[in-house]
Each structure stands twice: as C-alpha cells, then as structure tokens.
C-alpha cells in the first residue's frame, strides 16, 4: 500500500521515470478497454509518456482502494484538457474526466501488474465523437442507429464469409501441395 501512497503524487507531478520506480521491472500491463498489453518498464513508460501528451494538465484522483493479500482493486479519475493525440484520437480541446478501475498484483512491495479499464463509450462523449444514448430516444436518431447497426451487421457477415472464404482456398492449398510431390497442372487445378 506504501508504494500507492507514493506513486500518485508521482502521476500529478507528471514524473515517468518517478511512477517507474515503484514498478517490477517486469510489469505488465493489461489495457482491458483496448485490448492491449505492455511489458516491461519501457513500454509501460512509453505509454505514460503518450497519454501524459494527449492530456497535458492530467491529474489522477484515487476514489476507492481495496487492499486483499498481495492484490488491492482501485477506482480512480483521470482528469485533463485533451490538448494532444490520446487513445489515437486527435485533440478535441475539451476536458475530460476518465474514470477507471485496476486490479494491481504486487511483489517485493512493487506494481507487478495491472488490469485497467475504463469507459471508452464515456470518453468517446465527452469528447464529443459519440452522442448520447438518449439520441436513440428520438425517431431520427432511432433511425439512424438502425441504419447504422443494419451496415454493421452487414459488414460482419461479409467479413466472416471471406474469412471462411479465405480458410477453405488456404487448407485447399494445402492439401494440395502436401499430397502431390509433383507441381500440379493448370488442368488438374480445376
């Protein structure tokens, strides 16, 4: 719990090399909202350093801890102007408020690893690329959520037909070229 006390202050103050001291250097990070993972100092670190980019003035406000053996759950809020590329989206210039959730393992008193999540639905709002769900509420934008989900769909199946599509020619490939020690003839291709 030690090194939470310690490496908040390390966050606001915007000092990387200051919030790596209290990881393992074999941290791992596990981004849950984008699928991603980073190993290592030098990842977590690049990573710190983009969104410390993409929100100059963050500040980060632990709301809840809950410690439990060598793993402690914490709710905080990442507040901030976003006034650079964050998340790969280009700066919009407001403010927003990120609230999050990480289950962090710790050895030898430091962050070994850490699920993180946070609302991208909520972000995508506040930085005013998503409206609100009340908009379905309303019979155009109703409609035009329909619209949207019926092109969704559609594009799913196309997806997974040329996948399938693309696995049949790729084991049809290579049952041919396992079985036939010969190259095969344009005749023999049909």
């Not at 000092?15 to 190993?39: F, M, N, Q, T």
């Not at 439990?68 to 407001?94: D, K, Q, S």
């Not at 379905?136 to 594009?155: C, E, H, K, Q």
């Amino acid at each position: 719990m030690a090194a939470f006390a310690l490496v908040v202050p390390r966050w606001n103050a915007h000092d990387v090399p200051g919030i790596l001291a209290h990881y393992d250097d074999e941290i791992v990070w596990h981004d849950v909202a984008a699928g991603r993972r980073y190993r290592g100092k030098a990842e977590v670190g690049a990573y710190l350093e983009r969104l410390m980019a993409g929100l100059p003035d963050l500040t980060l406000e632990v709301t809840q801890r809950l410690p439990r053996g060598r793993f402690v759950a914490e709710e905080y809020v990442i507040r901030g102007t976003h006034a650079g590329t964050l998340f790969g989206l280009p700066p919009t210039g407001r403010r927003l408020e990120i609230r999050c959730l990480s289950v962090v393992e710790f050895r030898d008193g430091k962050l070994l690893e850490d699920h993180f999540s946070f609302d991208v639905a909520s972000v995508l709002h506040q930085a005013g690329l998503l409206p609100p769900l009340t908009v379905a509420d309303t019979a155009l934008g109703g409609a035009a959520l329909r619209l949207a989900v019926g092109v969704t769909r559609r594009a799913d199946t196309a997806r997974a037909a040329i996948g399938a599509l693309l696995a049949l020619l790729g084991t049809a490939h290579l049952r041919r070229t396992t079985h036939h020690a010969r190259p095969i003839t344009p005749k023999e291709h049909r």
